[in-house]
């Protein structure tokens, strides 16, 4: 069974950092698009940042460029988000996904594992 485990999250006040963490297995990692999304309080989940299986390419919604880095390492099957200049709108529940395949993947019915989540709160 595959299985996405994130970590990292926690409560920082703004303009502080976090660096989640987000460790897959039992899947080829490197054949798989991995994306970070985010649900709010209250909120429907969206989009955060996306890194591409075949090339690397990254995509990031607007509201976290120039602040947020998604990256991976292929040989620890693990991907991560450096989150700087954090803001009271990004709390939220963090999600780390796979999906088989190699585009943008912005869409969340594109992907086919999920982790559990975990809770980044930033307080002002």
């Known amino acids: 069974q595959v299985h996405l485990v994130e970590s990292g999250g926690g409560l920082v006040q703004a303009g502080g950092s976090l660096r989640l963490s987000c460790a897959a297995s039992r899947i080829t990692f490197s054949y798989y698009t991995m994306g970070w999304f985010r649900q709010a309080p209250g909120k429907e989940r969206e989009f955060a940042a996306t890194?591409?299986?075949?090339?690397?390419?990254?995509n990031y919604t607007d509201s976290v460029k120039g602040r947020f880095t998604i990256s991976r390492d292929n040989a620890k099957n693990t991907v991560y988000l450096q989150m700087n200049s954090l803001k009271p709108e990004d709390t939220a529940v963090y999600y780390c996904a796979a999906g088989r395949f190699s585009r943008r993947g912005l869409f969340q019915n594109e992907y086919d594992y999920w982790g559990q989540g975990t809770q980044v709160t930033v307080s002002s």
């Open positions: 890194i591409v299986a075949s090339d690397g390419s990254t």
